[in-house]
């Protein structure tokens, strides 16, 4: 008589255990790019070999858009064979995937973003990000995955093989923390690739840049335009950042890999308590 699968895992040894738990991993997969965008189709099929995966993604291109939520918005739902489609952002697709459709993953997965998140001051703007952020304040690890264009090529889309190496090195990520238990409440990884064909590079783990320089200028009395000369240097390959940054690692053609709380470290400030006890 044939034993059912769970029978023979009682009698398994423990690398063999692991493999078949890892099977059965459940994996909410997202993004900001939509449905239509390559990344995100690029890492479902890396972390299907080994979980079950439910996109619940935007349907249309939401970057940039940060943790903007549809308060008290019908935002409609269509499902698909491997998931769902929201009319809604990329953390609209967090808190529905979560609570309204009751998902109950081990991990959360944002991406995989055409073009890199890097620096402090995307973290809060980056809808890939942000979904990620999203799913900690709900109390589920997660982690943003994004490709870095190569320098004097943005703006490009990248083909679907040319997230090969971003998606399989996030989903060895994937593996790794989830039978770890890495991350704890509140924490999330911010994974950014560099764009190859070649071996797949190795993987650093950064902080991320302090570098900001956006600026404005006027167009005429009624219109200006906001202008991010980081990325304007990136493309003429004109910037450098501190060795052990996020920026400097892709830049230099490795996986930056920065560990993260999405909680803000409130500064204790004896001077403002005296400010404040005066009023």
């Known amino acids: 008589m044939e034993m059912p699968v769970y029978l023979l895992l009682f009698f398994a040894n423990d690398n063999i255990i692991n493999t078949i738990y890892l099977l059965y991993m459940d994996i909410l997969l997202t993004n900001d790019d939509g449905i239509k965008g390559h990344g995100i189709w690029a890492l479902y099929h890396s972390l299907s070999k080994f979980a079950n995966v439910t996109i619940v993604a935007p349907k249309s291109n939401m970057s940039g858009i940060g943790r903007v939520t549809s308060y008290d918005q019908d935002i409609q739902i269509e499902p698909i064979e491997e998931g769902y489609v929201l009319a809604g952002t990329p953390a609209d697709c967090v808190i529905i995937g979560l609570k309204a459709l009751g998902l109950q993953p081990d991990i959360v997965i944002s991406g995989c973003n055409r073009g890199a998140n890097v620096g402090?001051?995307?973290?809060?703007?980056?809808?890939?990000?942000?979904?990620?952020?999203e799913a900690t304040f709900l109390g589920f690890p997660s982690i943003s995955s994004s490709l870095f264009i190569p320098l004097g090529e943005y703006p490009y889309t990248p083909s679907p093989d040319e997230y090969i190496h971003a998606a399989n090195a996030t989903a060895y990520i994937v593996r790794n923390v989830v039978e770890s238990k890495l991350l704890k409440e509140s924490e999330y990884l911010n994974v950014n690739s560099p764009m190859t064909a070649n071996t797949p590079p190795n993987m650093v783990l950064t902080i991320p840049s302090v570098l900001c320089e956006m600026d404005a200028h006027l167009l005429d009395e009624h219109s200006a335009r906001v202008n991010d000369e980081v990325w304007a240097k990136m493309r003429d390959s004109k910037i450098s950042d501190s060795p052990g940054t996020d920026r400097?690692?892709?830049?230099?053609?490795?996986?930056?890999?920065?560990?993260?709380s999405s909680t803000e470290k409130s500064v204790s400030s004896m001077a403002l308590s005296n400010i404040l006890s005066s009023y």
């Open 248 to 260: 400097q690692t892709v830049i230099d053609g490795d996986i930056s890999i920065s560990h993260l």
């Open 120 to 133: 402090y001051y995307s973290l809060g703007r980056s809808g890939t990000i942000s979904a990620a952020i």
